[in-house]
């Protein structure tokens, strides 16, 4: 029997380069996200329902895992726990959305509901395609 080095067990290889750019393309979207809602926060607070000190909290969040993913997908080999962390957490992300939504925290407006539920259905593709990337990786 041939034991696993822990390099294997712990790393991913991405040979498909799937699982890194989504994890690109979440950072890149996340980012933008994060710093539009930094950014106008006040004039959006009007439009989408939440508080302004929501919205930058919000956004400085996701600045913030942005570059987190950022520094994930710049590895040579990516952290195979770092990526399953980026999975749950997107996972988490899109059931806390759609719960915000159903229970009526935040006094969303209809346009409000509308963003909420589609940056959900995003970050759902993002979880999914990073999924795939960790499945598909050696």
């Known amino acids: 029997m041939t ?25 890149a979207a996340s980012g933008a996200l994060g710093l539009l ?14 508080s302004a000190g ?8 996701l600045v913030v895992y942005a570059l987190a993913l950022v520094l994930v ?3 040579p080999v990516i952290s ?3 990526a399953w962390a980026v999975v749950v ?6 059931l806390g959305s759609v719960g915000a939504v159903v229970a009526g925290r935040e006094e969303l407006t209809t346009l409000g ?3 909420v539920l589609a940056q959900a259905a995003a970050v759902a593709v993002f979880a999914d395609l990073q999924w795939l990337g960790l499945r598909r990786a050696r």
Do not use: H, K, M
Request: charged fraction near 15%.
């Open 80 to 82: 195979r726990p770092a």
């Open 37 to 50: 809602a930094v950014g106008a926060a006040a004039p959006l607070s009007g439009l989408l329902g939440p």
């Open 3 to 27: 034991a696993l080095p822990l390099s294997r067990l712990t790393a991913v290889r991405d040979q498909g380069r799937l699982l890194r750019l989504a994890l690109r393309l979440d950072a």
């Open 54 to 61: 929501v919205l930058r909290g919000t956004g400085a969040f």
């Open 73 to 75: 997908a710049a590895r």
């Open 89 to 94: 957490g997107n996972s988490a992300w899109v």
């Open 113 to 115: 509901v509308a963003v």
